[in-house]
């Protein structure tokens, strides 16, 4: 596995691609990775001839100091993960190296990024735009890995994709739980082993407002309730935001809910932020 610290050093890894006609397939992360993570490079690298991971924790995309200096990192096990896959790069630059001075340049998508996440982390998805649309314009990948578990992240990068007309192809993959639900999460093991069971509530709340769709009829608002009320049995757990919404629009529904929506919250658990959500289907939708 070839270690990049550079733009240049992934450039000239790129160039090479380019002349031995090989396609590639990019992972962006944070890093101190997980089965979730793991199964995006899995894929990636079964769809493509070479796999490139990035691991950066992006300082523009943390509104909340605190959580910035709080994310875990361990570089050289993530290194060893990677490896054991058969990554072909691993890109992990310095914030210097990625924000040299004097950067002046920011990629915002509109409308999108103002609901949901982006109403309760001001300044997150302009930090996540920016960083991604880096690392496509610099390693113009074939292929682009992203998880489920960020909704509307991913499809924020779709439209950025579409938009800048950088042509990858957007691959969004399932979320990866652990065996009682809880979307796998970098910020989990911040999570106090008497906090596990609040932490759960967030995926029984998923599972209630899925329940209540699929069974026809349902309406938005009362799901909305529903997982409130699911997510107020836990003492320590306090609710960012539940939300049944269009998944193209992000925008919330109102009435009978007669077509797949968007199911997503966010909830703190003590001091950590997580979110989750899941797609569903009433019966009989379009
Ligand atoms: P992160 O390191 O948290 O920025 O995540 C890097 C990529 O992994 C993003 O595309 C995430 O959506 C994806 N990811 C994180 N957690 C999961 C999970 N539990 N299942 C699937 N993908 C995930």
């Not at 490896?83 to 920011?106: D, F």
């Not at 998805?125 to 890995?145: E, N, S």
């Not at 306090?238 to 992000?250: E, G, H, N």
Request: with cysteine.
């Amino acid at each position: 596995m070839i270690l990049c610290r550079t733009p240049e050093e992934a450039r000239r890894f790129r160039a090479d691609l380019y002349r031995q006609g090989r396609s590639l397939g990019l992972v962006p992360t944070m890093g101190w990775l997980h089965e979730g993570h793991l199964t995006l490079v899995r894929t990636a690298l079964t769809e493509n001839d070479c796999v490139a991971v990035s691991l950066f924790v992006n300082p523009t995309q943390f509104n909340n100091p605190e959580d910035l200096a709080a994310y875990p990192r361990d570089e050289k096990r993530d290194r060893e993960l990677l490896e054991a896959l058969g990554t072909h790069l691993l890109y992990a630059p310095g914030a210097t190296a990625v924000y040299r001075p004097g950067h002046l340049t920011s990629v915002r998508v509109a409308d999108l990024t103002e609901v949901l996440e982006g109403g309760y982390r001001p300044g997150h998805f302009a930090g996540v735009t920016t960083i991604v649309a880096k690392l496509f314009a610099l390693f113009a990948p074939d292929r682009a890995y992203f998880g489920a578990k960020d909704a509307q992240q991913a499809r924020v990068i779709e439209q950025l994709n579409s938009d800048l007309d950088f042509g990858i192809e957007i691959r969004v993959l399932p979320t990866v739980r652990e065996d009682d639900g809880l979307a796998m999460s970098s910020r989990n093991v911040r999570l106090a082993e008497a906090q596990r069971p609040m932490a759960r509530l967030l995926y029984g709340a998923l599972s209630a407002a899925r329940a209540s769709i699929a069974r026809g009829g349902a309406d938005a608002e009362s799901v909305r309730a529903a997982m409130r009320m699911v997510l107020g049995k836990g003492e320590g757990v306090r609710v960012d935001y539940v939300s049944v919404a269009d998944p193209r629009t992000l925008k919330e529904l109102d009435g009978v809910i007669n077509r797949p929506v968007l199911v997503s919250l966010a909830a703190y658990v003590g001091d950590v932020r997580l979110i989750d959500n899941l797609t569903v289907e009433p019966p009989g939708a379009p």
